[in-house]
């Protein structure tokens, strides 16, 4: 890891020598950068890894013999380094990446279209704010098992936890026959941490999940394709008037703002822009399922940078919700926790393992139908 005093090393990886360049003088000029190595595939990404022990290694996806997906899995197994994508942002290029950051690679930024040394200048500032958070970063090594099965061509879904469920909340419980809805919030390391919580939903879970990723507008419908195969839960990008249903994962879509009406409807704000800098932004979702499910509600705050989800957690704790942070030593980021914690709005601070557990008690509870003559 990078301290103050030192500039950060950067191993470039990437097959094209004409964009090894253009990023090596991205990075070299910047003073607080020093690139120390570039490696022209996987293999050798995965060897200068080990070798150069570089404090963050900006990689590409599609390289011939082994391409940036399975150098990943290598590094992220083996010898874990902070790994920034930098790749396509075609479709397919975008399943690739969001595989890699499944796998335990920090984050990504999309080439543009064409490629070239102008076009790349046009992110260069998102380039290097991701590096230097990059740097910062302790990083988690990727269970084994995980990478294999994302490598794997066709995958198969988990099998259901044996433990099973009630189908939906029992009629005459009190409740008005609504169901708990879950919140989960995520940024920075968002991918492989739901990736590890996804698996213990299954297809007829009593509740209503919603999954506000930070992620950018071309990602989001791919992804919920991919977290689908993880997962006995349905899994769909959300979509504008449609109502909240239990045994259905949704993921908010990227560039876009989630809200639940009164009735229970979701409500996609496209032309809002940022909201306290995040989009989508957590919070907004959070209230509105808080005003709408009150006491039925469960907000979990995962790994991420900033303080999205703090006010939403405190609707969601003031309504009789609740919430769950994910702790510091299972995190990518602390932040998002961090400051949900500080705020006072958290009920249990968890690992990662013990986030769907803990959810699932608490939905099977509020499910459980209420004794005769009991009020």
Sequence with gaps: ???????????????????????????????QMQVVGSAKDGRQAVSMAESLKPDVISMDINMPHVDGLQATAEIMTRNPRPIVIVSSESREGAASTLRALELGAIEFVAKPSSGVDLDMQSVKEDLLRKVRMAAKVRVVRTASRLASTIQAKGSTKPAAPAAPVSPRPAAGTGLDQRFPVVVLAASTGGPATVMRIAPGFTRDFPAAVILVQHMPATFTTQYAAQLAEFTEIRVKEAEATESLQPGTLYICPGGQHLRVTP??????????????????NIDVTMESVAAYAGALSIGAVLTGMGNDGTN???????????????????????????????????????????????????VVGLCRPTPAGVR
């Design 1 to 31: 890891m990078a301290t103050p005093s030192k500039k950060i090393r950067i191993l470039v990886v990437d097959d094209s020598p004409f964009m090894c360049k253009v990023l090596e003088n991205i990075y070299n000029g910047d003073q």
């Design 263 to 280: 009735t229970g409807r979701i409500q996609l704000d496209g032309t809002s822009g940022r909201i306290n800098g995040y989009l989508p």
């Design 312 to 362: 939403g957690v405190k609707a969601i704790k003031s309504a009789g919700g609740l919430v769950l942070a994910q702790d510091e030593a299972t995190c990518v980021i602390f932040g998002m926790p961090a400051e949900a914690i500080k705020a006072g709005a958290v009920d249990q601070v968890l690992g990662i393992d013990d986030i769907y557990p803990a959810i699932e008690k608490r």
